[in-house]
């Protein structure tokens, strides 16, 4: 009970509908309805350019739709009323560096009604004993801490995260998890973008899986990861692209030139078939599909196509 | 320890959960003192900024005094266009590059994203140069005292001085226009093109009456030379070619038309965000 936050009833905290951003002819979201529900951790993940940092930006008012509508706490998300209650950590490269982060900290606390104490947030960020010190004096991962600390500062009821552990070493990235997973744990709601699989799975209830600008899927950790958790087979073969989609555990096909790809969640299995009926294969390489690859083989056109071909 | 801040963050929920209230006064005054600190520790802005009209003073104000050009009363002339000059420079790239780099390192957009009041960092940044403004131009007024031997009556230092520090307005709206125009690293170039050709030019650095015809009939175009005749004005050693009224009437046209540039600047700024 004492880790539930009163949320005044079920409508969704952030909500958007058709979602579409065009940037001249640069489609950038291409129509996207999702929400996040009181109490959730919600992951945005797809690859660079999928357009997830753009749908944060609408989410929190800071970019107009081309189309469709954006709700904020039931409201438009500029207005006050919705962004007391929003935290955010965006992709900021640099927070003005000769200030203290208890500086940093007293001036974002002051924008809102009922913010958290700073020693409070200082703790909740990790970064207790580094108050007096300028933010250019910080390590990377102690800046990161410091956009976090800023996100939590008036107490939000829904945090959004863009990108929080990009460029952060491994130790860094899980000792960050760790302190997300804390604020999480209050029942406070988190939207998060990543284009770590990992670290989807790590924080996340629910995922949904964005690239140029749709949604490709959108599921708990444990569906996504099978979906395109993969590894991708590269080989010289005679089969057909469509003889070789039709193999068992063979999720897609694509074909550059000679090389033919195949994304699989059963390497072994998909090795053993394509060996078995082609005997003259040749040039046989196994390697972990990235997240990339993965998603070009859930959406890519273009493999569409050649697989109809 | 994240039990430990898990309690102490609950606990104080629960204690904010009756709505609290902020106060608008107090954000900007949070705003314009954390500016200021920030600049304070950033000595590429504050050596430019204090040093500069203090040691332009000393060489042609003081050093000078006793050369070819002694018939005029330098050091009284320069107090009024050096003050306007330091001012001038403090407002511009105190809001121009500052917006510039806050603008190119995503921090404005974050602070966007808050319930921060919309203007704060606008007001922030505008009290922070005129404070800038006031400790140069009391430096300034102690060098003439003293150095330059200057004595004026007490109420004409305090006008002096008014006009000074409130000309930081029309050229802070200028800097905000150019933050959201040039890039971080190209700001301060610009500033500093546009600055000293325009300082030079209206008279701050050598009397207006001395310059050739050609720059003196430029000079009206320049805001600078209507900010620098306003200070001189109190002092009595304007040239006469307009009153106050014109004087802060072209101040006012091109603050706005800086306003509008700026907005202009934004709303391009708003729909170019990108990821």
Redesign the interface.
């Known amino acids: 009970m004492?880790?539930q936050?009163?949320i005044d009833d079920d409508r969704p905290l952030a909500e958007m509908r058709g979602g579409v951003k065009k940037?001249g002819a640069?489609i950038?979201l291409a129509g996207i309805d999702f929400a996040v529900q009181p109490g959730e951790v919600v992951a945005l993940l797809g690859p660079n350019?999928a357009g997830?940092?753009?749908a944060v930006?609408l989410l929190?008012?800071?970019?107009?739709p081309s189309g469709g509508e954006v709700r904020l706490f039931g409201q438009d998300p500029r207005s006050?009323a919705a962004?007391?209650r929003?935290g955010?950590m965006?992709?900021?490269?640099?927070?003005?560096e000769?200030?203290k982060v208890s500086?940093h900290v007293?001036?974002?606390s002051?924008?809102?009604?009922?913010?958290?104490?700073a020693?409070?947030v200082m703790?909740?960020a990790g970064l207790l004993g580094l108050e007096n010190r300028?933010f250019g004096k910080l390590s990377g991962g102690q800046r990161q801490r410091v956009?976090f600390a800023?996100a939590l500062c008036?107490?939000p009821d829904l945090l959004?995260l863009d990108e929080p552990t990009v460029g952060l070493d491994v130790e860094a990235r899980r000792a960050f998890w760790?302190v997300i997973e804390?604020?999480a744990?209050?029942g406070r709601s988190v939207l998060l973008t990543t284009h770590y699989l990992e670290e989807a799975d790590a924080l996340a209830d629910r995922i949904v899986l964005i690239s140029h600008g749709r949604i490709v899927a959108e599921g708990t950790p444990a569906e996504i990861k099978s979906r395109v958790a993969g590894r991708k087979i590269r080989c010289h073969t005679v089969l057909t692209l469509a003889e070789a989609s039709a193999l068992p555990g063979v999720r897609a096909v694509r074909r550059e030139g000679e090389l033919t790809e195949l994304f699989t969640n059963d390497a072994d299995r998909a090795v053993r078939e394509l060996l078995l009926r082609d005997p003259s294969l040749s040039g046989l390489e196994v390697e972990g599909a990235d997240l990339e690859e993965a998603f070009l083989a859930l959406t890519g056109a273009d493999t569409k196509e050649e697989v109809a071909a | 320890m994240s039990t430990t801040t898990m309690n102490t963050a609950t606990a104080a929920t629960a204690a904010a959960i009756p709505s609290g209230r902020r106060s608008v006064a107090r954000i900007l005054a949070l705003e314009s003192k954390y500016e200021f600190l920030k600049l304070l520790r950033m000595p590429a802005y504050v050596i430019p900024t204090l040093a500069f009209p203090l040691v332009f003073y000393m060489l042609f104000g003081v050093a000078l005094r006793q050369g070819p050009a002694s018939t005029y009363n330098f050091p009284t002339y320069l107090i009024a266009t050096y003050g306007a000059f330091g001012v001038m420079n403090a407002a511009l790239f105190g809001l121009g590059v500052g917006l510039a780099v806050e603008r190119g390192q995503g921090w404005l957009l974050f602070k966007r994203a808050t319930p921060m009041p919309p203007l704060a960092p606008y007001v922030g940044k505008l009290v922070m140069c005129m404070l800038f403004g006031a400790i140069m131009v009391s430096a300034l007024f102690t060098l003439g005292a003293t150095a330059g031997s200057v004595r004026l009556p007490l109420a004409t230092w305090l006008s002096l001085a008014g006009v000074q520090i409130l000309g930081a307005i029309p050229f802070a709206a200028f800097g905000l226009a150019i933050g959201y125009w040039a890039g971080p690293n190209s700001a301060p170039a610009i500033i500093n093109l546009i600055s000293l050709p325009a300082a030079f030019g209206s008279g701050m650095w050598i009397p207006i009456q001395m310059m050739p015809g050609v720059v003196r009939k430029i000079a009206p175009f320049l805001p600078s030379y209507h900010f620098a005749q306003l200070a001189l004005k109190t002092i009595g050693m304007d040239d006469h070619r307009e009153s106050a009224g014109q004087g802060v009437t072209v101040l006012a046209v091109s603050t706005l038309l800086s306003l509008g540039l700026a907005w202009v600047g934004w709303r391009r700024d708003e729909g170019k965000t990108f990821g």
Request: glycine share 6%; proline share 7%.
């Open positions: 004492t880790n936050r009163q940037y640069v950038a350019g997830k940092t753009t930006q929190l008012g800071l970019n107009r006050t962004r007391v929003v955010a965006l992709q900021v490269s640099k927070v003005p000769t200030l500086e007293n001036l974002i002051s924008y809102y009604p009922n913010p958290l104490p020693a409070a703790a909740a300028l956009l800023l008036g107490d959004f760790s804390n604020k744990s209050e």
